[in-house]
């Protein structure tokens, strides 16, 4: 995939919608020694992010599109060309991104998702899990493609499901692998 700029550090905008710790974890893995990223720009749908904080605490430029307005996507595309984003992680953005986006992006757009896919796409993925009695539950690291959380996969880690977990006890567990395989999932594609 073409993400690479030679060995130039990848000036890379987060995208969220809610608390941002996959975000937080992404700043972290941007300020080690060698990290082939920067983030330069964090993008939220909802103003009210608690993740829109990490922008203030580390002096990201941050930008809120709420979606309402058709144009919000073109405004997106101008901020990315004016910061000279060339990678775009998603963490936590609720908002799907048309076709036309993606593929200007295209290769270019990661998303980390909180299931073992091609298992549980979408929504709720936890409590589906649970429902199903499945042993295993976990998080992937994945392209963006048009087509949703169907992209080629980078990385995944599983995660046991105990008898007594519930919906909320599994994500705090799943999130806590999330922190770690998104940077080592950006790791392996960008070295
Ligand atoms: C994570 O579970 C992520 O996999 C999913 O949304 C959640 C975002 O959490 N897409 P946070 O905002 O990064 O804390």
Known sequence: MAISTGSKVIKTAVFISGTGSNLKSLIKFSKLKKSPISINLIISNNPKSKGLEYANIFKIKKKVFTFKNITDEKKILFELKKNKINLICL??????????????????????????????????????AINNNDKYSGCTVHYVTPKLDSGKIILQKKVKIFKNDNAKSLQKRILKQEHKIYPKALKMILN
């Open 91 to 128: 963490a936590g953005f609720m908002k799907i991104l048309s076709k036309e986006f993606i593929k200007r992006f295209q290769g270019k757009i990661i998303n980390i998702h909180p299931s073992l896919l091609p298992k549980y796409k979408g929504l709720d993925t936890h409590n589906r």
